[in-house]
């Protein structure tokens, strides 16, 4: 394979990320003209969004484990056709119930998606451009959070809610056609990126470890953003969006720049990006009163925080300590367990404390992160060597990208 087709190829993967993470938050920013439609309550269409998370938190590492001998461009064609047929039955869902179904559906395929796709796309280089294929792949959900989502809610204020979901069906049927017809048929036991380059299990669960905590610290703080904006930073409510398309921007910066720091030094990354967050979340807790600080502390936040996701794919190929999808699908279920911890930490604390005290547990979240990723040096000692990374074996060869 030339690096124009693996290119390619890359891209499509991202787009996936992409129309993922849009998925999965559109009914966020649709929360009251889907209720209208089906004649549900909000609280009900926001039950849509925490039923997704719980099934990719739940399923990701069991179904990884189930479909671990399916080639990888057999899985993944099939993952995005089911992710087109489920949101095209969504916009034809005349209850909530079925739409609920449907919902169930893309959240299954998207605990697949996310444990696969890091191999699958480090897989297409070489061993030394990880950090930065990972850091390209994971822009894709990031970017849409910043355009993605804003771009299917202003459709679906327009357009309907049904004309969102069937957008991005359509953007996922593109997607699907340059994987299916692209990506290498490779076993998923083949190639470098199979299995860590220096596996070790210790390290393993130290990372697992840190992406619940430093997770949970990001979620904490930023699900309740708007109401710091407006209440502790006294801006207008019509400037939240403004605000959180600056942290969009912030973060794919964050999630780019990040890629070679991970390939040359991968603990150093993640400390990095974990102490960066802990510094913007705490500069934000004590200057988040004066606006412009606010702002540029929010998007420093969300940098950080982006630049911290696509660490942990570069340190899943690393340190797995067996098959990489297996260890990506742990990695996937503990950011998940942060996400819903951290939001349902911060929902406990708002209502006595006030939004000012979100911020605070995110900032002792994120600095609990930070100090065990400093344990890393602790173990380092025990550690095994990097070891030296076989060519792979396998029919496909992959010319000057690899």
């Known amino acids: 394979m030339g690096r124009g087709r693996a290119t390619a190829v890359l891209i499509g993967l991202s787009g996936g990320t992409f129309l993922y993470t849009t998925a999965e938050a559109l009914p966020i920013g649709l929360l009251l003209p889907m209720a209208t439609d089906l004649v549900v309550s909000p609280a009900d269409v926001g039950m849509l969004v925490t039923a997704y998370g719980a099934v990719v938190m739940v399923a990701s590492v069991p179904l990884t484990a189930l479909v671990r001998r399916v080639p990888r461009r057999r899985l993944l064609s099939a993952l995005l056709a089911g992710f087109v047929v489920s949101n095209v039955m969504a916009v034809f869902a005349s209850t909530f119930a079925l739409l609920m179904a449907t919902r169930m559906v893309t959240a299954a395929t998207h605990a697949l998606f996310w444990a696969v796709v890091v191999p699958a796309a480090a897989e297409l280089f070489r061993p030394g ?28 204020e327009r357009a309907g809610w049904r004309a969102s979901f069937l957008a991005v069906a359509g953007l996922g049927a593109v997607v699907f056609v340059v994987v299916a017809a692209l990506l290498p048929a490779t076993r998923p036991e083949q190639g470098h990126a199979a299995r860590g380059a220096a596996p070790d299990a210790r390290r393993f669960w130290l990372l697992v470890t840190v992406a619940v905590s430093a997770t949970a610290g990001a979620i904490a703080a930023y699900t309740y953003i708007a109401l710091f904006v407006t209440e502790v930073s006294a801006m207008p409510a019509a400037s939240v969006g403004a605000v959180l398309l600056v942290r969009g921007i912030a973060s794919v910066l964050g999630i780019l720049a990040i890629g070679m720091l991970v390939d040359r030094s991968p603990w150093l990354a993640l400390v990095t990006t974990v102490a960066l967050q802990s510094l913007a979340l705490f500069g934000l807790y004590t200057l988040g009163h004066q606006p412009a600080a606010a702002v540029g502390l929010i998007a420093l936040a969300g940098l950080a925080f982006a630049a911290f996701t696509a660490t942990l794919g570069g340190l899943v190929l690393q340190v797995a300590p067996g098959r990489s999808d297996l260890a990506a699908a742990t990695v996937s279920a503990a950011v998940n367990v942060g996400i819903t911890g951290g939001a349902f930490v911060g929902g406990i604390t708002l209502p006595s404390h006030g939004v000012h005290s979100t911020v605070l547990i995110g900032v002792l979240l994120s600095v609990v992160a930070l100090v065990l990723a400093l344990g890393e040096r602790l173990i380092r000692p025990t550690a095994r060597a990097p070891q030296a990374t076989p060519e792979p074996t396998r029919p496909v060869s992959f010319g000057g990208t690899r």
């Open 129 to 156: 451009l990880r950090g930065r294929v990972v850091a390209i792949v994971f822009a894709g959900g990031n970017i849409a959070l910043a355009l993605g989502v804003p771009a299917g809610i202003w459709l679906g």
